[in-house]
C-alpha cells in the first residue's frame, strides 16, 4: 500500500509559477513510475506527466511541455512538479499516481496507475 500526499497548490496569476510536492510514504518509492495528472471542473482526468523509476526519463502532455517540469527526490521519497509560466487553463485539482507494473513505459492512462493521492487545487486568474 502506498500513501501520497501533494501540497503546494493554491491561487496564483497568469503567467507565476508553483511547485508542488508529493510525499509517498512507501520506503520502495524509487521502485514505482509516477505521475501527475489533473481534473477541472466537468472535465476528465487527464495526463499531465510522468516519470521513470531513476528519474532519467520524462514524459509531458503536449499542452505543458516546455512549461512543467516533473522530477523525483528519492531520498525523500517525493515526486515533485514544476509549474511556470501557468495559464487559466492550467487550473485543477492536481494528483499524484503510482504505476507499480513492471517495465519501462511510461503510461499516460489513469487505469494504469494504481495508488493516487488526495489532490490539490491550483486556480490561475488571467
Known amino acids: 500500500q502506498v500513501q501520497l500526499v501533494e501540497s503546494g497548490g493554491g491561487l496564483v496569476r497568469a503567467g507565476d509559477s508553483l511547485r508542488l510536492p508529493c510525499a509517498a510514504s512507501?520506503?520502495?518509492?524509487?521502485?514505482?513510475?509516477m505521475g501527475w495528472f489533473r481534473q477541472a471542473p466537468g472535465k476528465e482526468r487527464e495526463f499531465v506527466a510522468a516519470?521513470?523509476?531513476?528519474?532519467?526519463?520524462?514524459y509531458y502532455t503536449d499542452s505543458v511541455k516546455g512549461r512543467f517540469t516533473i522530477s523525483r527526490d528519492d531520498a525523500v521519497d517525493t515526486l515533485y512538479l514544476q509549474m511556470d509560466r501557468l495559464k487559466p487553463e492550467d487550473s485543477a485539482v492536481y494528483y499524484c499516481a503510482a504505476d507499480v507494473q513492471f517495465g519501462s513505459i511510461l503510461r499516460t492512462a489513469k487505469e494504469d496507475y494504481a495508488y493516487w493521492g488526495q489532490g490539490t487545487q491550483v486556480t490561475v486568474s488571467s
Open positions: 512507501s520506503r520502495i518509492f524509487s521502485s514505482y513510475q
Open positions: 516519470i521513470s523509476r531513476t528519474g532519467g526519463n520524462t
